[in-house]
């Protein structure tokens, strides 16, 4: 990533995924299905669980990668600065991988307030990267301008290093016009729903090409997002909770 540090190419999702089973599907994520990074969010309300999961795994720390989020309805500085505080107690992690803010909402204020307070987190050394979620180009346009301005001013990186921007990607939602601005720049692009939430499971085009490979649907849209790593910087995230769903990665 643009902040130096690897990122594990597949990710395991856990939107929805509820607190009370969370360390148990982590677990088993990590130690069956070979995930080594885990994406959860304050919104998800399952930091602590998944967390819980990633110790018990016994896989050592430096070896997993944990990414949290900025709930869209919080974002200012000062929520922002509470929230970082409160993922490393629920989580007790001594620095979180990947922070992100979810979700550009809140006015140009409090989402440049909330950037800021990951950037603070950056320099205090309990955030390794940080970056965005469901950023478009006007969004990104308006983060860049001000790391620019603030690097020029105050001195190179102290506007932050935008390393990721997380957003919904699969072939019925492409979005080149995000893509090219982050593969120009060097921005890892994370996409999720990458199987499209299963919603897809009878479309003709890829029932047919599900037939002619021998595989399942879901295969053929994570090798989509797969492939696309060969010609840009783009990662994953299935997510299931359903063991019967951790079959051997496509
Ligand atoms: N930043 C954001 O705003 C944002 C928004 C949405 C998602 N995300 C991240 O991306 C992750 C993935 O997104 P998502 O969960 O919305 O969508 P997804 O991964 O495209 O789809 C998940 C759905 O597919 C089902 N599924 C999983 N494996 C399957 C298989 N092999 N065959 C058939 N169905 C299967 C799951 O059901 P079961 O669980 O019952 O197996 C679940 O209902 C989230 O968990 C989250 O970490 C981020």
Not at 17 to 29: C, K, L, R, S, Y
Not at 85 to 107: K, M, V, W
């Amino acid at each position: 990533m643009p902040s130096g540090y690897e990122i594990p190419i597949l990710g395991y999702g856990v939107y929805q995924t509820p607190a009370n089973i969370a360390a148990e599907v982590v677990e088993h994520a990590i130690k069956v299905g070979g995930y080594r990074h885990v994406d959860s969010a304050v919104a998800y309300r399952n930091e602590a669980p998944s967390s819980e999961g990633m110790k018990k795994s016994g896989i050592p720390r430096e070896q997993l990668f944990f990414t949290t989020k900025i709930p869209p309805k919080d974002m200012s500085y000062e929520n922002a600065k509470k929230h970082v505080q409160n993922s490393l107690r629920e989580t007790g992690f001594d620095y979180i991988d990947l922070y992100l803010l979810h979700a550009p909402y809140g006015g140009k204020e409090n989402r440049i307030g909330a950037w800021k307070a990951l950037v603070e987190g950056v320099e205090a050394g309990v955030i390794r990267s940080i970056g965005v979620s469901n950023y478009g180009v006007y969004h990104l346009d308006e983060l860049e301008t001000y790391i620019k301005s603030t690097d020029e001013k105050e001195g190179q990186g102290k506007g932050g290093v935008l390393s990721v921007n997380q957003v919904e990607l699969h072939p019925w939602l492409a979005r080149k016009d995000i893509v090219d601005w982050c593969n120009e720049r060097g921005v890892v692009l994370e996409a999720y729903c990458p199987i499209v939430r299963a919603t897809k499971t009878n479309d003709p085009l890829l029932t047919s090409l599900a037939k002619k490979h021998n595989k399942t649907t879901s295969q053929i849209l994570l090798r989509w997002s797969l492939q696309m790593v060969s010609i840009s910087p783009y990662y994953l995230f299935p997510k299931s909770y359903d063991p019967q769903g951790f079959r051997a990665p496509p």
